[in-house]
């Protein structure tokens, strides 16, 4: 038996082929190189311009510097507020949702970007067969053939299509911008659900205060119908009088179940916007609830704005998927080279089996070109380019629609600070005629009717505040919201704003502080005003 000498098997399948079989292989290498010369379709251009006007259209005060709004709850003092915060942006059921939505969107990346790499695949069988010696082969006629044989077999395939003209690549670029729109996407749905979580708790807490304004209009009207009962039972006042004392205490006290029942659905929601049961903060119900304190808000140029909205930046990363799906259908227009290689060592015997001689080894470099097919890739085309066209209009909508939001959300709640500083007056006023009369009152000047009177008024006014306060702190978080708040903005200047806006300092929107009286000497409504209740 002459002696075998066995070689690794890069060696015997490369560097030892001949010469006839390594120039097509140098030739598959040589047009790998081309892959990095042509990428068809149109390279992502920023978004056309929109017009964002020349800054705010409310004649507020401004502020040298942007406020950070992405924990903008943090400044309202409000240490309950604080830890339903925490425990929503952890435990909130859409915001996990949406990471979930980011991790898909982040492996249908990362599976666009394996489609550029090779495709590898190793195997070994063992193939026991016996052919027929009546067979279109003469086994039977060919010496030392034998007509049962066992076939060792182990090797590898590989296959490669290379990204001449930019395809795998502009697909990579689509799939990039798509995650990066889901992961604004996410940031919305975290903005939202900040607000939503703020905007229930303010209704709770104005629930409770509304109650007891109520409760003590109640205590007042009752006292009022029992004393004018006594004064019809003395010849002093008519039916009629005690028949409309008593409308006016059942109509107040008609009022509180609703009070309470506003009160309980708020603190249920705040069970669900914390993944939990509604039930889980039912005891805020008989807690004490500290109203928050609201200040101040710079709300900065409409350029920061835009940076901040979500919905905007979602609609920008589209467009780019948009321009980038274009340049995968381009390329369907073009050669496409796909390159095949296998290898590995076959053999009769195991002894023969990894021995040089053994070896086989194949590449196949395949040139397709689709010549004709009726249009359908011009078709695709032109729906790709008409879907980029459909993203810039949406971009520019996203734009328009933020700064509506913001400016309707600037209009409301500096309607809500007017009227929360002319129901401050009006407490005032029902106050100090509260004051005179029950001064009348002990110096024997006036009834007590007249005294409860002067109190009934006073309660319902400080009810109509404390509904004015609420509402200004829902404003407040529409006005958060429609800024972008809630989230961790990019630091970078996103291509998402392309209008310089008007240089200068943004308006600064001032806000109303705790539940007490405002102090008299404060006469301009952009003071901090304090309420108590």
């Given amino acids: 038996m002459k002696s075998k000498t066995r070689t690794p098997f890069l060696r015997s399948t490369i560097t030892g082929l001949p010469p006839g079989r390594v120039r097509p292989l ?46 903008w709850w943090s400044v309202l003092d409000d240490p309950v507020l604080d830890r339903l915060m925490a425990t929503a942006l952890a435990q909130n059921l859409d915001l996990r949702q949406a990471a979930a939505r980011i991790d898909e969107a982040r ?92 905007r229930t708790w303010f209704t709770a807490v104005g629930a409770r205060y509304e109650l007891h304004a109520q409760q003590a209009t109640l205590d007042t009207l009752q006292q009022t119908f029992e004393l004018v009962r006594l004064r019809h039972a003395l010849g002093d006042a008519s039916a009629a009088d005690v028949e409309a004392a008593y409308a006016q205490w059942t109509a107040v006290n008609a009022l509180i179940p609703d009070i309470q029942a506003r009160q309980r659905a708020a603190v249920l929601s705040l069970g669900v916007l914390l993944g939990a049961p509604p039930e889980r903060e039912l005891a805020l119900l008989d807690g004490p609830l500290t109203p928050s304190t609201l200040r101040a808000l710079p709300v900065g140029e409409r ?102 939001d913001a400016e309707r959300a600037l209009g409301d709640y500096h309607g809500g600070l007017d009227t929360l500083r002319r129901r401050g007056m009006a407490l005032d006023a029902a106050r100090t005629s ?9 110096a024997g000047d006036t009834a007590l009717v007249e005294l409860l009177a002067a109190q009934r008024s006073l309660h319902e006014t400080d009810t109509a505040a404390v509904r004015a306060h609420t509402s200004a702190a ?31 300092r943004g308006p600064t929107v001032p806000a109303p502080s705790h539940f007490q009286a405002p102090d008299s000497t404060q006469g301009d409504h952009h003071a901090s005003q304090r309420w108590k209740y």
């Fill in 26 to 71: 140098a030739l598959a290498l040589s047009c790998v190189l081309l892959t990095a010369c042509a990428t068809v379709g149109p390279g992502y251009r920023e978004p056309p311009p929109v017009d964002v006007g020349s800054g705010w259209t409310l004649p507020l005060a401004s502020e040298s510097q942007s406020a950070d709004l992405s924990q």
């Fill in 107 to 198: 492996a249908l990346r990362d599976r666009v970007a394996g489609d550029r790499l090779p495709t590898v695949g190793a195997g070994a069988s063992v193939n026991r067969r016996r052919q027929s010696e009546n067979g279109p082969l003469p086994v039977g006629a060919i010496p030392g053939l034998d007509a049962t044989q066992t076939i060792y077999d182990a090797g590898f395939d590989a296959a490669w299509e290379a990204d001449l003209f930019g395809a795998k690549r502009r697909a990579l670029e689509g799939a990039s911008a798509r995650l990066q729109a889901t992961e604004a996407e996410a940031q919305g749905v975290r903005m939202r659900i900040v607000a939503e979580v703020a």
């Fill in 303 to 404: 350029a920061d704005m835009l940076r901040r909205r979500p919905d905007v930046l979602v609609a920008e990363r589209r467009l780019a998927a948009s321009s980038a799906d274009i340049g995968v259908a381009t390329a369907e227009l073009f050669p496409k080279l796909s390159i095949g290689v296998g290898g590995g060592f076959q053999a009769l015997s195991t002894g023969d089996w990894f021995d040089a001689s053994s070896s086989r080894f194949s590449i196949l470099p395949l040139i397709s070109w689709r010549l004709f097919d009726g249009g359908r890739v011009r078709a695709e085309i032109q729906a790709r380019e008409a879907a980029e066209r459909q993203a810039a209009l949406a971009y520019e909508q996203a734009v328009l629609t933020a700064l509506s």
């Fill in 434 to 442: 509260y004051g005179h009369a029950k001064a009348r009152y002990a």
């Fill in 474 to 504: 829902m404003q407040l978080v529409a006005l958060y919201k429609a800024l972008g708040g809630g989230w961790e903005a990019p630091a970078a200047p996103a291509r998402s704003t392309n209008s310089a806006p008007t240089p200068g």
